[in-house]
């Protein structure tokens, strides 16, 4: 990344590393952080989400923090954890990730009975009473201490700070657990510690209750929650301010929002940006999930950008910074509300959090700064590409070094902007209006977890298209296209010929809707339309004036690319390799009430363009006999059909292929 020598070189001794290194956008802070360092009680993961033996139906922790915001501020504290959990394979033990390092486990109990079990450097495993059969509910409680070590996930600093920070798989390190992204459960958790010190924690603060010098904290979650997701942020001095938001469906509700700051930062302006943020996310996404959020500003211990805890994100100290809280607090929908299953899905988190940023820039300046915020993303991909592609599922297997994880080109950057080209392809309204069925499907994901292909199928259902095509090539593959493309004009038939080529080598072939801008000696520019489906593609348009330039991409929506467009003398050498069939993708899909369909000859002959209703009945021809070779266009106006789904057949001789038109009105 290209903040991140300097960031290194400034680590010791910094007080305030954001005062002294600049990031493009609050991915960046996100990506380097990582990179150095009343629901009902039901399974809560997506259809493909990973199973496991048991699923954790809540945690309940008890901790006793007094000591640790007293010198010499040991790292050392006793606490139990109650686990509620359902089986869900016949089994006689139970294994729970425990890092040995940090965490002595006491004992285990089962009721009244006394367990065995056993820890190696990863894991504890449980011995259980009996065999116990899938649907059987235990609730285990652990008593264990931290050891007075400094793990990362466990922090404490003399300044009277205590927090947790736990993404990727840091839950372990500071409470027993099934630390598994997709394994979400409840979470009840009380916490004692001295009388000065204010405590954020996940969900709603049940109550806190002084006595002396002490208080004791009690938190609860009222949604699931995945195990990195879970955090104490405390401290003594801790400023806190209170600001309600009101949802616009039903404005007598109040969403409390907790402000935690240190001394001398001012978080005014955010204060006041919040409001306005949540609406604007609501309102593309589904209403504000939680029954609380908030905010926390941590110290020196916690270097880099902010960590989307639910309901209480982390900011590294006075970063209360616009397009920072942009990026963490879009992942309350995405990364909190829908949670990556396995890390191999994590875009589906950064990628997203990363496009509600330009999203907000959109809203707040205009298209021009979202674009703006776009580019940049794209730029910074393309210089620093590392070469893997964002999806890989052997990260659900083996999570890979965070370097590689939170790696900002590939997880933040290009998922970005693959979003942005998404959007490209399918048109505003589709892409919103598909992105908010993903966000608000209550049945599979809302509140659940998700997996690139459950992403993948949610999007095609929503559109009623097949998009397979690009998520393979822009989530599945590596790198990006590679154009160097070339057209000539024809000045006495008013056309040009624009030969579309591709010369990357890995993949060999990106399929993509291309925008033409073609200018002309004696009228305004226009602008065609075609798609790219093979390596070398030759296509002609005619016009009514004479062409004198074309410009490729001319908006530059295809934001991941490099591009050269060359004018030549005649591109006729290219057009005397034959023409092949091809029936492309109707372009707008979904349409209302026109749309475009391409056909292309390799030679004159008879060619039926028929279009069929969902039933299979006719609806009748819009071509029917002979041709000429080449690419032709023909335009179906559905005004006076119904919205729905509709199929387009072309033949010729023995050629046979069929699309599907989606009509949204």
Not at 247 to 263: E, I, T
Not at 287 to 312: C, D, I, R, S, V
Not at 424 to 429: A, E, I, R
Not at 649 to 656: I, N, V
Request: aromatic share 12%; with cysteine.
């Amino acid at each position: 990344m290209k903040t991140i020598t300097a960031a290194l070189a400034l680590l010791l001794g910094v007080t305030s590393l954001f005062a002294q290194v600049e990031f493009h956008n609050g991915a960046e802070y996100c990506s380097l952080k990582r990179m150095k360092r009343g629901t009902s009680m039901q399974k809560i993961s997506s259809a493909t989400s990973p199973v496991h033996s048991y699923d954790v139906l809540r945690y309940s922790l008890n901790l006793d923090l007094y000591k640790n915001f007293l010198n010499p501020f040991p790292h050392s504290f006793s606490a139990t954890n109650t686990i509620t959990l359902r089986i869900d394979s016949a089994s006689s033990g139970i294994k729970l990730h425990a890092v040995k390092s940090s965490l002595a486990i006491q004992s285990v109990t089962l009721g009244n009975k006394t367990l065995a079990f056993s820890q190696d450097p990863v894991f504890t495993t449980i011995t259980l009473d009996t065999l116990h059969n899938p649907g059987d509910t235990l609730v285990l409680k652990i008593a264990y201490q931290h050891n007075d070590v400094t793990d990362s996930s466990f922090n404490v600093s003399s300044d009277g700070m205590v927090f947790t920070d736990a993404e990727p798989e840091g839950a372990r390190k500071w409470f027993p657990c099934w630390d598994s992204p997709a394994d979400k459960a409840l979470l009840d958790l009380t916490a004692k510690v001295p009388g000065s010190v204010l405590l954020g924690s996940n969900g709603r603060l049940a109550d806190s209750i002084k006595n002396g010098d002490t208080i004791i904290y009690h938190w609860v979650s009222r949604d699931p929650i995945s195990t990195y997701l879970v955090v104490i942020s405390a401290k003594i001095g801790y400023k806190l301010d209170l600001v309600y938001w009101h949802p616009p469906a039903h404005q007598q509700d109040s969403v409390p929002f907790r402000f935690y700051s240190n001394a001398g930062e001012n978080n005014s302006y955010i204060r006041s940006r919040i409001g306005m943020m949540t609406s604007r996310y609501s309102e593309l996404f589904g209403e504000h999930p939680f029954e609380k959020n908030g905010f926390a500003t941590l110290n020196g211990l916690f270097y880099w950008g902010g960590m989307e805890n639910q309901t209480l994100t982390s900011l590294c100290a006075n970063c209360w910074i616009e397009n920072l809280v942009s990026h963490e607090f879009a992942h309350q929908w995405f990364g909190d509300m829908i949670t990556c299953a396995t890390w191999a899905d994590v875009w589906l988190n950064e990628g997203f959090a990363t496009y509600c940023e330009s999203l907000w820039y959109e809203y707040t300046s205009g298209y021009a700064a979202y674009k703006s915020s776009i580019e940049s993303d794209a730029a910074t991909y393309i210089a620093q590409n590392p070469g893997w592609a964002i999806y890989n599922p052997q990260w659900a297997i083996s999570t890979p070094d965070v370097n590689t994880l939170f790696n900002t080109a590939i997880t933040y950057d290009k998922g970005a902007c693959v979003l942005h080209m998404l959007r490209y392809v399918l048109g505003d309204s589709t892409f919103f209006a598909a992105i908010k069925a993903y966000a608000t499907d209550t049945a599979s994901f809302r509140l659940k977890t998700a997996t690139t292909n459950d992403f993948i199928a949610k999007i095609n259902s929503a559109t009623g298209q097949d998009l397979n095509w690009f998520f393979d090539e822009w989530v599945k593959k590596p790198n990006y296209p590679v154009y160097a493309n070339e057209f000539s004009t024809n000045p006495a038939q008013k056309s040009i010929s624009f030969h579309a080529r591709q010369t990357q080598k890995t993949p060999p072939l990106f399929e993509m809707p291309v925008e033409l801008r073609v200018s002309f000696t004696d009228g305004p520019d226009t602008t065609v339309r075609f798609f790219q489906s093979s390596l070398d593609q030759t296509v002609p348009f005619s016009f009514s004036h004479i062409p004198a330039n074309v410009v490729f991409d001319p908006n530059n929506q295809i934001v991941l690319k490099k591009a050269t467009t060359t004018q030549v003398a005649d591109v006729a050498k290219d057009l005397s390799v034959p023409f092949s069939f091809v029936l492309e993708q109707n372009f707008p899909n979904p349409f209302n009430p026109s749309t475009l369909i391409r056909f292309q000859l390799p030679k004159r002959m008879a060619v039926e363009l028929r279009l069929y209703d969902i039933l299979g009945n006719e609806l009748g021809a819009i071509v029917s006999g002979i041709q000429d070779a080449g690419m032709h266009n023909v335009v179906w106006n559905a005004g006076r059909y119904a919205s729905g789904t509709y199929f387009c057949t072309m033949k010729a001789g023995s050629f046979e292929e069929t699309k599907r038109l989606v009509l949204l009105k």
